[in-house]
């Protein structure tokens, strides 16, 4: 029959909503499909390949097909509280059929490794991530790319390690990562900051800083900025990296959301420079919570001294990822299971984006001014000068709002603007509403009492 396949498919998709089958179950093989409907394995897999298209299933290969479900799945998540404090994925968020999968050929594959410390990496994985690599249009050799524990490593380990410029300061955006700047400041590092905003950065100030201030390297997270949660436009990415050839200063471009956000009409700073200059930085804990690993792309000519400072590292640290969190993630790539995520991740991500941008409109009516909204988990709601921040803070946590405060994010009161930092990681469309609304009604309250 001509249209078996058709039926077959709808069969199954109908079994899927009335929730027949349960999630993380495989779903019949093709043989038990061929046994049931009396049809051709052709038409078996041609009736999987319809539900795949309509991304309902997916096929895991060597095991079966299995239910698509939201890689951050909101029946985890306690609903009783709105928690906008956390940038953090659940570790139970992400398809369990998937990590069984990749964590039982990671063992296999990893049996071949060799115990001995490889300051790069494994060489399966090494291999396969510069053509990985020119998805986000970072161009690069086998040699090049260094695989490491976490980016926050990765940053410790260039803030002491020295730069052929001689200098000493690194810069940074203001607002920032916030862990790497109480890094900075634990450690005594020389640092400065310049002011970020929703359009960016003023680059004539970032050119007077690079030319007097003896600026070592620049730390910047060009997209899905956190905590503004903006993206730095075109042009202003170009000039960077032109002010950078031109004064001597090194870029640390940090990537760690672009699998999810991943614009193909998005050129990172890495693509406009020199490649002498830059350092690109990735990592994956968006998208794998459930283990830490990262991925720098170093220039040639810093190689003799860096790979000196991640030998000494061991002294006081462990810099590489697992040989079992490289297996992983060396088959997470090479079965696509990471774009799968990365697609399902996004495609969540857009569906609370927009609900937070409509509840961030409503929020102007009570003198709540954000950034505006471009991509990723983050943004920042900045205040009126009346609202005192921790008062602020115990209201909502009274009413089951958490946030992260401001002032994490900024170096000295020099930069701050009065306001929090709101992540939607852990929350769906309701909870982004409801948590919104209440904002509202606190700071209302608050600025009414004076």
């Known amino acids: 029959m001509r249209n078996l396949y058709k039926r077959i498919a709808f069969a199954i998709e109908n079994q899927i909503i009335q929730k027949n089958y349960q999630g993380g179950r495989k779903l019949p093989s093709i043989r038990e499909l061929c046994e049931k409907y009396h049809c051709s394995k052709t038409t078996a897999v041609k009736a999987y390949d319809t539900l795949k298209n309509k991304h309902m299933v997916y096929s895991v290969p060597q095991s079966g097909y299995y239910i698509v479900e939201q890689s951050l799945r909101n029946e985890e998540i306690d609903h009783s509280v709105v928690d906008f404090s956390t940038g953090n994925p659940l570790i139970g968020a992400v398809h369990i059929p998937d990590l069984k999968h990749c964590l039982d050929r990671a063992v296999d594959l990893s049996n071949n490794y060799s115990i001995r410390r490889d300051l790069h990496g494994t060489g399966s994985l090494r291999k396969l991530l510069p053509h990985y690599l020119q998805t986000f249009q970072v161009f690069t050799s086998v040699k090049n790319v260094f695989i490491t524990l976490g980016i926050q490593q990765m940053l410790n380990l ?52 690079f030319k007097t201030k003896k600026i070592k390297f620049f730390y910047t997270v060009p997209r899905n900025h956190n905590p503004l949660g903006t993206t730095y436009p075109a042009v202003q990415r170009k000039s960077i990296a032109e002010l950078a050839a031109r004064h001597h200063v090194y870029i640390v471009e940090d990537d760690y959301f672009g699998d999810v956000v991943n614009d193909a009409r998005y050129d990172p700073i890495y693509a406009y420079g020199d490649h002498y200059h830059h350092i690109y930085l990735k990592s994956f804990s968006k998208i794998i919570p459930w283990f830490r690993i990262g991925i720098a792309v170093i220039p040639t000519h810093l190689l003799p001294v860096f790979e000196k400072e991640t030998w000494y590292s061991y002294y006081q640290s462990y810099f590489s990822a697992s040989l079992v969190s490289q297996a992983t993630l060396d088959m997470y790539i090479r079965s696509k299971l990471l774009a799968k995520h990365a697609y399902e991740i996004g495609k969540e991500l857009n569906i609370r984006l927009a609900r937070l941008q409509k509840c961030l409109e409503d929020l102007r009516e009570y003198g709540i001014e954000h950034p505006g909204i471009t991509s990723g988990f983050y943004t920042y709601l900045r205040f009126p000068n009346i609202v005192d921040e921790e008062r602020l803070a115990h209201e909502l946590r009274k009413k089951g709002i958490f946030i992260s405060r401001g002032t994490l994010y900024y170096l000295d009161r020099s930069f701050y603007e009065k306001g929090i930092r709101i992540s939607i990681s852990r929350t769906n469309a309701k909870d982004i509403e409801r948590g919104c609304e209440i904002i509202g009604l606190v700071v209302k309250s608050l600025t009414a009492r004076g």
């Open 158 to 209: 260039l803030t002491h390690m020295p730069f052929p410029n001689g200098n000493k300061t690194v810069l940074i955006e203001q607002p920032t990562y916030r862990f790497f700047m109480e890094s900075l400041k634990r450690s005594g590092s020389s640092v400065l900051g310049i002011k970020r905003t929703c359009h960016g950065l003023d680059l004539d100030e970032l050119e007077f800083l």
